[in-house]
């Protein structure tokens, strides 16, 4: 099983590295949750009114959940809610991408800088990401993590 | 509290995030609202008033604006705005040019109406709000946009 290969520093890796993008992508985004509620409200995928909770509330997730994974600490928790987060990015990307809606991906800046809309590209690297959580938590051992302690 | 269960992990880390990001944003200089305001419906319009305003208006009430000589922005990309806008506005290509012009022709305080595609777009809300910071002061967001008014057959031109 390919899940047998899932230990030592391969999953140190992939939480690293999830924690790191998570803590990234959540920075400019709680500096700045007025530009980020109006891209949520682009994708046209919430009710009128909603996006501005998201946009307070999911940078925040994001920001826990890269420390969770870094400091190695409820780590379950937080790579079942990276699994979450990015079905629903796919999800509301795909959606934005068949309806022909050209949005600002939101993902890692609020900024419109050229290069960061939305495209291919952007889904499967959240797929990407699906996989590295995929592979901490299926992981076979339970090296530097702190809270709760298995066995 | 069994925080082996991962499950319940997952509502400690929301609990904790929902807690952190409703306080940091009450507490922040600039809170933003929890639930954003869908802008107004105006009902009668009043062109004399000197009440800053930022109100949707309808077709037939942008069908009033026109006849009155008011300034029409286009909020939709140059593509879009080549192949048919209402007659006489103004395209919105580089903001700061857009107000060079609008400044040009009148004064802040002066009506403006903005539209973009279709009452799904959201172009013409954020380009009210941006002439707002800018210091415009009256501005109707004609939610119809290009839609309702080229199915109307109002006047409207095109660049070839």
Sequence with gaps: MIKDYFKGPIILMSRLILGAVFIYASLDKILNPGDFAKIVG??????????NLLA??????EFIVGVCLIIGVLIDGATILVILMNIVFIFAITQ????????????????????????????LRDIGYLFLAYVVYYRKDHKIEFFPKSI | MNFKNHIFQVYVILFISIVISLTVNLLSSKPLPLLSKELE??????????????????LEQAREFYEKDILFLDARDEAYFNKGHIKGSLKNIFFMELLFNIESLQSKQD?????????????SEDL???????????LYVFKGGWLEWSAAEYPSESIK
């Design chain 2, 128 to 138: 009210a709000y941006n002439l707002q910071k800018a210091g415009f002061t009256k």
């Design chain 2, 111 to 123: 009506p403006l109406v903005v539209y973009c595609g279709d009452p799904g777009c959201g172009d």
């Design chain 1, 96 to 123: 934005a991408l068949a309806r022909g809606i050209s949005v600002e991906c939101g993902c890692f800046s609020v900024s419109s800088e050229a290069g960061s809309a939305i495209g291919i590209k952007t889904i």
């Design chain 1, 42 to 51: 682009n994708y046209h995928v919430l009710p009128f009114g909603a996006e």
């Design chain 1, 56 to 61: 307070i509330i999911l940078p925040w997730v």
């Design chain 2, 41 to 58: 419906q105006a009902e009668t319009i009043d062109f004399d008033t000197d009440k800053p305003i930022l109100q949707i208006i309808s």
